[in-house]
């Protein structure tokens, strides 16, 4: 199959637009395709790479092979009554909410952004606004199509191939290629969400206010200013429910499977969002913000603000950005309060400061989310003060028996993973049963000795 | 792996003793640990440690052997992979003599001109088969006009300058960056007998100005800056201008 063999040596960096490697990528459209490429011989490996949404550099290998896996995108079966979807692996969110969103069924789980696909969600195990009550994606997968490194393809299900299944959910792609996957669905009667909006004057008051009301919805997420001086930590607490049928007084616009407009080419040359301009829009964002019960809002606004704008990675200029993620026991509030704090004196300003409490933890070995506080921060770079910052506040992180998101990583300390991750040996030793040659390696991996061979 | 600072897991110093190299490593790991691996002409002479680093090997490394390069090259490369490599192997000579002894003239040429391109091409072979990496090559702003004084050290220079400007352009679609550093006068113990030129500079800053262009793509660096549109002046005079510098 000439098609198969096809491959185009280029570069590729992950959404942050930082550290590229050039690897030969190949957009096979066939599972056979596939395990066609998987047996050519590739001295650095090969990983699989979805719609490149991933903020570091899990999605690429430098001077290796990389395998484009969008060109898999059927939707090979929806039980409309039983609630379940079956895609291939390529296949968008996006796509699964224009097929399911209009007869009553919603994603069980979404992160930040529709246009990933599924077997990327898998891989990184990521969660949405509703982790406190329904957990991480992998945990709504009833059963999933490993094709591993023997070029055999695999069914995995938790309750048949526990082991081998939760290695693969937040596996980084390192146990193969996640081909097909089948997803129970959440039942949700319109394409509205009822949303409840508050402000809080402080941090504390921000951990008060979700500890004391996310539970009573199914979606909670604050938005923290951590830009003005004296005010850090003060939030805008959203929260809200899929609403009734029949609740919205016209039906909510469904969300499509492409973004209307793109930012253009020439945004990235000029660095548009520094500091100045940061520190206003945090302001702003907050002025703005209006407190309010009984809010409908469609999907896209509540879940997905920034899909609006394509490649809105652009804002940041040719220096990229990065994001920085982390998530720590429940009663370690103070971490959060330092990382502001932090963050603030090296002038380091998040454009977006997310925080979130999360639920109970998956059983995946490599998974992000364990009950917790997370905050999620964009850093725009070039920045002289992150490394050093970051790294002071990853001791922080690790000391109070946290971790930071690998998913999104693109500047850990490698010495840190496994204090961060203890089972980490554990999903080692599922992987060299399945991947016994390590055929399946990615920068990421490389960079933080993840598989535990030399980078 | 660089990281997305441009921060690297593991160094090769190819100078291993060289003040502006051993510099460039220490700001390096005061930023973020890494393994490092000096190289040069008596292994025992490197230094044993680096503060922040993971690991230190030390291998032997002669710049003027280069039919040996292969193997070295292989062996470090065996070890794991490589994000910076840092050329700065070097040697000032005498000018004087060299004047007189061609043997001298052609040892700096040889070991700073032809032994960085033996070094450079090495290198870059390895670096595009990863897919991406940094290389660092220390030069001068001697190679930007022949000057009375040191024109045979100069002149290899003014190779190395060519050869790496190139290298750019060729590096780049191989996903590797090459950082093009022209420092002016260095005040080091290589140059401790010599008297400082005007804008003379030192090793730290020349790290710092390396450090702060890691991760930026290809990039041209002089050390003080303001040596970029005073050397563009100076390369407009008639050479006559320069016969008593």
């Known amino acids: 199959m000439a098609n198969a063999a096809h491959r185009e040596r280029r570069s590729l960096s992950g959404w942050g637009r930082t550290a590229p490697s050039v690897a030969d990528v190949a957009r096979p459209t066939s599972v056979g395709a596939i395990a066609e490429l998987l047996t050519a011989p590739a001295p650095r490996g090969v990983i699989a790479r979805g719609l490149g949404r991933s903020y570091g550099d899990v999605a690429q290998n430098g001077g290796g092979m990389v395998v484009d896996l969008t060109g898999l995108d059927s939707i090979l079966d929806f039980n409309t009554s039983a609630g379940t979807v079956t895609v291939a692996g390529g296949c968008s969110l996006a796509a699964i909410i224009e097929l399911v969103a209009p007869v009553g069924w919603f994603l069980p789980v979404t992160p930040g952004t529709r246009f990933v696909t599924v077997g990327g969600a898998i891989a990184c195990d990521v969660h949405g606004k509703n982790h406190h009550r329904d957990g991480s994606f992998g945990s709504h997968v009833a059963a999933l199509t490993l094709l591993t490194a023997s070029g055999d393809l695999r069914t995995l299900s938790p309750e048949e191939t526990p082991r081998e299944f939760w290695a693969t959910v937040g596996g980084l792609g390192l146990t193969g290629f996640v081909v097909e996957a089948t997803l129970k669905l959440l039942p949700a009667e319109s394409t509205a969400i009822r949303v409840d909006t508050e402000r809080t004057a402080d941090l504390d008051a921000t951990f008060e206010k979700l500890r004391a009301t996310d539970q009573s919805y199914r979606y909670s997420v604050a938005w923290l200013d951590c830009a003005t001086r004296g005010r850090l930590g003060r939030g805008i607490v959203i929260q809200g429910d899929h609403a009734a049928a029949g609740e919205a007084d016209t039906p909510s616009a469904l969300p499509s499977q492409h973004p209307r407009i793109s930012a253009p080419g020439w945004l990235s040359l000029a660095p548009v969002l520094r500091s100045p301009l940061i520190g206003l829009l945090n302001d702003v964002h907050f002025r703005r913000a209006r407190p309010g019960t009984g809010r409908i809002e469609a999907i896209e606004p509540f879940f997905y603000p920034l899909d609006a704008l394509g490649d809105w990675n652009r804002v940041y200029g040719r220096g990229g950005f990065l994001q920085y993620q982390f998530a720590v026991p429940l009663d370690r509030e103070d971490v959060v309060h330092s990382a502001l704090g932090l963050l603030y004196d090296a002038g380091l300003r998040s454009t977006l400061a997310v925080l979130k409490r999360f639920g109970p933890e998956s059983q995946a070995p490599l998974s992000f989310p364990f009950p917790g506080w997370t905050l999620a921060l964009d850093i725009a770079l070039p920045a002289p003060a992150a490394a050093r910052t970051l790294s002071s506040l990853d001791d922080l992180v690790a000391e109070a028996g946290g971790r930071v998101y690998l998913a999104k990583d693109s500047r850990l300390r490698r010495e840190l993973v496994e204090v961060m991750n203890p089972r980490l040996p554990e999903w080692q030793a599922v992987r060299r049963e399945l991947d016994p040659d390590g055929l399946f390696q990615h920068d990421l991996g490389r960079r933080l000795g993840l598989t535990g061979s030399s980078s | ?245």
């Open chain 2, 1 to 245: 792996m660089s990281d997305a600072f441009g921060l690297p897991s593991r160094i090769l110093l190819l100078g291993g003793a060289s003040e502006i190299g051993g510099a460039i490593v220490a700001r390096i790991l005061a930023e973020k640990s890494a393994d490092v691996v000096l190289a040069g002409r008596h292994p025992d002479a490197l230094p044993t440690g680096f503060h922040g680093a993971r690991s230190v090997e030390r291998v032997e490394f002669d710049a003027c052997a280069t039919d040996t390069h292969e193997a070295f090259f292989d062996r470090v490369f065996a070890g794991g992979d490589i994000d910076l490599v840092v050329l700065a192997f070097g040697i000032l000579g005498d000018q004087a003599e060299a004047e007189s002894d061609p043997a001298a003239a052609v040892l700096v040429a040889t070991t700073n001109y032809v032994g960085a391109v033996s070094a450079l091409t090495h290198a870059q072979q390895r670096l595009a088969k990863q897919g991406r990496g940094t290389v660092v090559v220390l030069s001068s702003v001697a190679g930007q006009k022949a000057r009375r004084s040191n024109y045979i050290y100069g002149s290899s220079k003014a190779g190395l300058d060519a050869f790496t400007e190139g290298l750019q352009l060729a590096a780049e679609a191989t996903g590797v960056n090459v950082i093009h550093v022209r420092p002016g006068f260095v005040k080091t113990q290589m140059t401790a007998h010599l008297k400082p030129a005007p804008f003379s500079t030192t090793a730290d800053a020349v790290a710092d100005a390396v450090v702060a262009s890691l991760g930026k793509g290809n990039r041209s660096v002089w050390v003080p800056a303001i040596l970029r549109p005073v050397m563009w002046l100076i390369r407009a005079l008639p050479p006559r201008a320069l016969r008593s510098l």
